[in-house]
């Protein structure tokens, strides 16, 4: 039982480090990419949001940040984020008549935690777990109802996510554009970008060539690095200037179809509708 179990010794430690505190590029997830290791397929990934790294536990976890990094109406959002003070799950466990989760090997109760928690205004406003449905088992509802119940308690919204919700196809696409949002990584100027970009548009509604056909064209014509075009495609389209649709592969050995040009950002998109 719960009871025989004893409190994590490290617990305030972690605190004092800063773990599971602070907002935005502040913000410390409760697990280091050190800690998690051995769980299996873990992402550090920098985020256009918050300019700090975020450490994502699967592949799904991955995919759902960059729905959050492309929504328009996700402000922020912080991963790993530690369900504290521990007294209060061990409580719900209580009430639930249920075991509250265990390190087994440290002989130590569990620090639970949330995948995601989005946040409006610096404060939580929704959050969600992410979890596989062939994962879904009686012992992990009973976890996932101690977690809703902390939630609730602070009149948050829980959402359960699994591979059904997230659309593979969307979420990849922004992983290809993803890296291009700042362009000083690249050492691609804003006026490059502006001259690439009235060379490519008439190209790229024609619809006929190929996109690498058309981004090694306007490289050799303004006589920039080979594939400079290409990363100017990636970065109009993860900031909006470009729509295309992101449900279709972006494929740059396929034409790319421009749904809008625009020289002011789009809207949102969807890609996260169920936690609404």
């Known amino acids: 039982m719960t009871q025989l179990y004893a409190k994590p010794s490290h617990i305030e430690n972690w605190i004092k480090q800063g773990k599971g505190?602070?907002?935005?590029?502040?913000?410390?997830?409760?697990?280091?990419?050190?800690?998690?290791?051995?769980?299996?397929?873990?992402?550090?990934?920098?985020?256009?949001?918050?300019?700090?790294?975020?450490?994502?536990?699967?592949?799904?976890?991955?995919?759902?940040?960059?729905l959050l990094e492309w929504s328009?109406?996700?402000?922020?959002?912080?991963?790993?984020?530690?369900?504290l003070p521990i007294e209060e799950t061990i409580d719900i466990a209580y009430q639930l008549g249920i075991d509250h989760p265990v390190e087994p090997r440290k002989k130590e109760l569990k620090v639970m935690t949330t995948d995601f928690v989005i946040d409006k205004n610096d404060i939580p406003y929704a959050v969600v777990n992410i979890k596989p449905s062939n994962k879904i088992t009686v012992r992990e509802i009973e976890k996932m109802e101690i977690e809703r119940l902390y939630w609730e308690?602070?009149?948050?919204?829980?959402?359960?996510?699994?591979?059904?919700?997230?659309?593979?196809?969307?979420?990849?696409?922004?992983?290809?554009?993803?890296?291009?949002?700042?362009?000083?990584?690249?050492?691609?100027?804003?006026?490059?970008?502006?001259?690439?970009?009235?060379?490519?548009?008439?190209?790229?509604?024609?619809k006929s060539d190929k996109l690498t056909d058309i981004t090694d064209?306007?490289?050799?014509?303004?006589?920039?690095?080979?594939?400079?075009?290409?990363v100017i495609v990636r970065h109009l389209i993860i900031t909006k200037k470009w729509a295309v649709d992101m449900n279709v592969k972006i494929d740059p050995n396929r034409p790319l179809e421009l749904l809008s040009i625009n020289e002011k950002s789009l809207g949102n998109q969807g890609g996260i509708r169920h936690v609404y």
């Open 217 to 230: 064209f306007v490289d050799d014509t303004l006589g920039f690095s080979p594939g400079n075009c290409l």
């Open 153 to 206: 308690k602070r009149q948050v919204e829980w959402s359960l996510v699994t591979e059904k919700d997230i659309p593979l196809t969307y979420a990849m696409n922004i992983r290809y554009v993803h890296k291009a949002h700042h362009l000083n990584l690249h050492h691609i100027s804003s006026k490059q970008v502006m001259k690439a970009k009235l060379l490519m548009e008439p190209l790229l509604i024609k």
């Open 21 to 66: 505190q602070g907002i935005g590029g502040n913000y410390k997830p409760w697990f280091t990419a050190r800690q998690v290791s051995s769980m299996g397929r873990t992402h550090n990934v920098s985020g256009i949001k918050t300019g700090r790294e975020h450490l994502l536990l699967s592949d799904l976890e991955w995919y759902y940040f960059y």
């Open 72 to 83: 328009d109406v996700i402000q922020g959002f912080r991963e790993q984020y530690p369900l």
